[in-house]
């Protein structure tokens, strides 16, 4: 017996529902519209086309195409879109049941969970409030991968829903034990502020996978993360361990490997679609990070069929 499929595509009509459910994917076309949630179920709130605005205690979430938003179970939030366009979104709500069983197997382990002798953990999992980018954790990744096939109504009959969503509270749990590691990498003392200066400092590091291939400079990105230059610069390295220049390249020198797989693309070209200045200045960056000049690169990667 197959599982029904448990994704419906909805219109305004979706602020007069409870949203409270378990195991479900909301999909959802909207130009306007406002809610206030007294008890939401534990979700993810995913951008397709347009923004999404979210607030959440005291804080506005904007949540644009390519990102998400995690909400925790029983929060209270409003939801507001206003767009000339249509909105496109997907909402993803978890059991919270699961994924508090998830968690407490990847925190406790499967051995203290089976022994009913021994001192189990009893913290419950809470997940870190703030917009993601799609590549910026494994539920993000797992979300990108499977959005193709959630939005196909002809590949989402292919799709076994009871393993998705137990896939997709693992990620959940993961990216969240991941999320903590960031944190704990800040020296400060205050776990509070250790917090909000992680969503600060994301928050300039997801606009630099959106746009590493302009010109960006520390101030602009300081601007971003809402701190002073060298608090920006001191925080990105501890959580990130590496500055900031550092990562733009490695983004552009991911970029260009990419480039190079497509044969109509000269190592000219792709050096300048990378924000370099010539080859030369290509040249040498690429081989410092992959080991070899880029025309290697290249020869290798198409040679084998290879994909980066």
Do not use: W
């Not at 409270?20 to 959802?28: A, D, K, T, V």
């Not at 909207?30 to 979700?43: I, M, T």
């Not at 923004?51 to 209270?76: C, P």
């Not at 917090?195 to 601007?223: G, H, M, P």
């Amino acid at each position: 017996m197959s599982t029904p499929i448990p994704i419906r595509t909805v219109d305004g009509s979706l602020q007069h529902l409870r949203l409270n459910f378990r195991n479900q994917i909301f999909h959802s076309f909207v130009n306007s519209f406002a809610r206030d949630e007294e008890d939401s179920g534990l979700s993810v709130k995913m951008a397709i086309h347009g923004v999404e605005k979210y607030r959440i205690g005291d804080r506005t979430h904007h949540v644009s195409a390519g990102r998400f938003l995690v909400v925790n179970h029983h929060q209270r939030f409003q939801c507001r879109v206003q767009s000339a366009e249509l909105v496109e979104g997907m909402c993803f709500y978890i059991d919270p049941a699961a994924a508090e069983e998830i968690y407490q197997v990847q925190t406790t382990g499967h051995r203290k969970m089976l022994d009913k002798g021994s001192e189990t953990s009893h913290t419950t999992a809470i997940f870190t409030e703030k917009v993601f980018g799609l590549g910026e954790s494994p539920l993000g990744q797992f979300l990108n991968a499977m959005a193709p096939c959630l939005r196909d109504p002809q590949l989402r009959q292919r799709v076994d829903f009871d393993s998705f969503f137990v896939t997709m509270a693992e990620r959940l749990v993961e990216s969240q034990h991941q999320t903590q590691q960031l944190i704990g990498s800040l020296t400060n003392e205050k776990a509070s502020t250790r917090e909000e200066l992680y969503r600060r400092i994301s928050l300039a590091r997801t606009y630099i996978d959106e746009q590493f291939l302009q010109e960006i400079s520390l101030d602009e990105l300081a601007e971003v993360a809402m701190t002073s230059k060298y608090h920006f610069l001191r925080c990105f390295k501890e959580i990130y361990r590496c500055a900031p220049y550092q990562y733009v390249l490695h983004k552009r020198l991911q970029h260009g490997a990419e480039l190079l797989l497509q044969k109509e693309r000269s190592l000219t070209e792709v050096a300048l679609e990378t924000g370099f200045t010539d080859r030369r200045a290509f040249n040498k960056a690429f081989r410092k990070s992959f080991g070899v000049l880029p025309s290697a690169f290249k020869e290798q990667k198409n040679g084998m069929g290879l994909h980066v």
